[in-house]
Nanobody, 116 residues
């Protein structure tokens, strides 16, 4: 089995920064696409950022210029750097990965709360 685990969530004031981490573990796996989703109360789950192993990235319009997705060369760890945080960024954030989309593996989620 492959398991994903997030870390780095917490509470921060508007304008602050957080870095989320995702680590995958298992006896054998290969991820070609890595990503981050978020879900706010009463809202649909939203793709925040994704990265192909080639280095190509995609971002939601609402986070462009503020969030950056990156990965370790081993492809078992990836990050979401979040700067200039806004109250509307408050959500549960999930990391995800797979050989291709749709993603096959998901973390349990980590809460990010931004206060004004």
């Amino acid at each position: 089995q492959v398991q994903l685990a997030e870390s780095g969530g917490g509470s921060v004031q508007e304008g602050g920064s957080l870095r989320l981490s995702c680590r995958a573990s298992g006896s054998k796996f290969s991820f070609n696409v890595l990503g981050w989703y978020r879900q706010a109360p009463g809202k649909e789950r939203e793709l925040v950022a994704s990265m192909h192993v080639s280095g190509h990235t995609n971002y939601a319009d609402s986070v462009k210029g503020r969030f950056t997705i990156s990965r370790e060369n081993a492809r078992n760890t990836w990050y979401l750097q979040m700067n200039s945080l806004k109250p509307e960024d408050t959500a549960v954030y999930y990391c995800a990965g797979g050989l291709r989309t749709p993603f096959s593996y998901w973390g349990q989620g980590t809460q990010v709360t931004v206060s004004s």
